[in-house]
């Protein structure tokens, strides 16, 4: 047995549903009321597997109910009743809880189908409502694949348009660059160049006055020639007496060894005599 609660404020709908719900022998209607609050009384008292709940409805409205109810008793299924068909009210209706979306023109047979669909676990919509979620899905689709293409071509016109100015901006700021580099690099030449200038005079300056002072010592340091000369002179004069001297005391050395040896000739000649006698005797 299925208990079903009725939440509508208008009379009308509510004894259509009743009399709809009546004629089922799985159905058990255990209460109507007429707005939210009404309907949280009965809940208190009675237990509820399916509730159908109107959207619109004074004091508290369908999606409240439907929210608190999906809080509060997790177990109870509400079944949104609607006389609106659009896309806003039934994603809010899913949103707050809601197991199923019937329009107030559904028949009898659809809404005893949801109940029970709805009872055994399914999410259930009313006819015609699925293929015009499904549309307007594919619309949007649709739609925002074109925004995004949209999105894409005004993405790469804006990277165009960033990249011609970060170029153009480069390039500005490179020839700004090569033209300090150029100027540094010219400074930097006139500074070598007069430094190179100053060197090359110091160096000049340098050189001349070592010159000058080179001149100057050679000149201090030329001796006299002719104390040279007397010099030259003298050591020659004694070098000839001492060679005069060397000479002198050779000839007479010379002399000397001459009567030595014709002393010794003679003595020599002495022995042989002596020794020829001598022999001569021992002979006879």
Known sequence: MIDILIVDDQNFTRQALQAILEAEADFELVGKATNGLEAFEHLDQTKVDIAIVDLEMPEMDGLTVTKILSERFPDIKVIILSSHDDEENINAAVEAGARGYLLKNTSAKEIVDT???????????????????????????????????????????????????????????????????????????????????????????????????????????IPNTQKIEMQIDNRNLEQQRYINTLFAGSKQSIKQLEHQINSMRYFVIFLSIVFVTVSMLLLY
């Open 115 to 221: 109940i029970r669909a709805v009872q055994r676990g399914y999410f259930q919509l009313g006819p015609g409502l699925f293929e015009k979620l499904l549309s307007r899905l594919i619309y949007d689709k649709e739609q925002a694949a074109e925004n995004l293409s949209q999105l894409e071509d005004k993405y790469t016109q804006s990277m165009i348009k960033m990249e011609k100015k970060i170029l153009l901006r480069n390039e500005a700021e490179r020839q700004e660059l090569y033209q300090e580099m150029e100027l540094q690099i010219n400074n930097l030449k006139q500074d070598f160049r007069t430094g190179l200038e100053n060197f090359q005079y110091q160096v000049s300056n340098q050189l001349e006055s070592g010159i000058k002072a080179a001149n100057s010592q050679f000149h201090d340091s």
